[in-house]
């Protein structure tokens, strides 16, 4: 079964009530919930994890590897233009991922355009709101088959 890790970064868990004209009224359990019906609908096996702290992120990547998850889905948040340590723990475990943004990071403060993950990931969707983690969730198994197909 193809298993997916979904990672919310810094402040996520303030959805709905935080800057909602940026990140819109959705909370993270509404996204957790429209993700969890995606994976029922693709029989697919979804984790979701939100953390303020780095280390915390850092470590549940490393754990998603040795739990041989196939792919993981991460808005980074803040820590897209600041953390190095995220961007190794990828690079370490080589796990495919898609970097999510709920808002157009280009259209923003020049700062959130550069990202230390966007190089390396396999693809990066942002601007789209709730509908950017479902469009990574099928992105995300489509490489999941083809790379499955593949073997």
């Excluded at 780095?54 to 233009?81: C, D, K, L, M, Y």
């Amino acid at each position: 079964m193809t298993k997916i890790l979904v990672i919310h970064g810094p402040n996520l868990n303030l959805l709905g009530s935080r800057e909602p004209e940026v990140y819109g009224s959705d909370t993270l359990a509404s996204i957790d919930q429209a993700l969890v019906k995606l994976a029922e609908q693709h029989s697919v096996s979804l984790e979701t994890f939100q953390s303020n702290i780095e280390g915390e992120i850092v470590n549940r990547i490393h754990q998603a590897s040795a739990n041989q998850n196939n792919f993981v889905i991460i808005n980074p948040a803040a820590f897209t233009h600041t953390s190095v340590a995220i961007r190794d723990a990828f690079l370490a475990t080589d796990l495919p991922f898609i970097e999510v943004h709920l808002s157009n990071v280009f259209s923003r403060e020049e700062f959130r355009a550069h990202s230390y993950l966007s190089d390396i990931a396999k693809g990066v969707i942002c601007g789209f709101g709730k509908n950017s983690y479902l469009l990574a969730f099928e992105a995300a198994i489509i490489a999941c088959n083809t790379s499955n197909s593949k073997e």
